[in-house]
């Protein structure tokens, strides 16, 4: 059983950066991909970035690919999205979600997830 907590959410403007965190309970975290998704209102769930479990391979969703960084600590049970030049489009609820297998692109291959944190981003 794993538990996310996601934080770091706000407003903010175009342009700006932000990190969002998110912490992991349970001593398996190691055992898990990890990854963040957003959705905006009216839209789908969709695939921002993952991190393998040992944190050595990343990927990204094209849209953010050059602006956001994942990342993991495996001692301190968290995930990092740095999120840089930021648009407007960008605004979502981001959630963290953890994964024991499957493809780390597609949603329903991830177990465990967290309950979201607001960004938005204004012109």
């Known amino acids: 059983q794993v538990q996310l907590v996601e934080s770091g959410g706000r407003l903010l403007q175009a342009g700006g950066s932000l990190t969002l965190s998110c912490a992991a309970s349970g001593r398996t975290f190691s055992s898990y991909a990890m990854a963040w998704f957003r959705q905006a209102p009216g839209n789908e769930r969709d695939f921002v970035a993952a991190?393998?479990?040992?944190?050595?391979?990343?990927y990204y969703a094209d849209s953010v690919k050059g602006r956001f960084t994942i990342s993991r600590d495996n001692a301190k049970n968290t995930v990092l999205l740095q999120m840089n030049s930021l648009k407007p489009e960008d605004t979502a609820v981001y959630y963290c979600?953890?994964?024991?297998?499957?493809?780390?692109?597609?949603?329903?291959?991830?177990?465990?997830w967290g309950q979201g944190t607001q960004v938005t981003v204004s012109s």
């Open positions: 991190i393998s479990k040992d944190g050595g391979r990343t």
């Open positions: 979600a953890a994964a024991n297998s499957g493809s780390v692109y597609l949603s329903r291959n991830y177990d465990y």
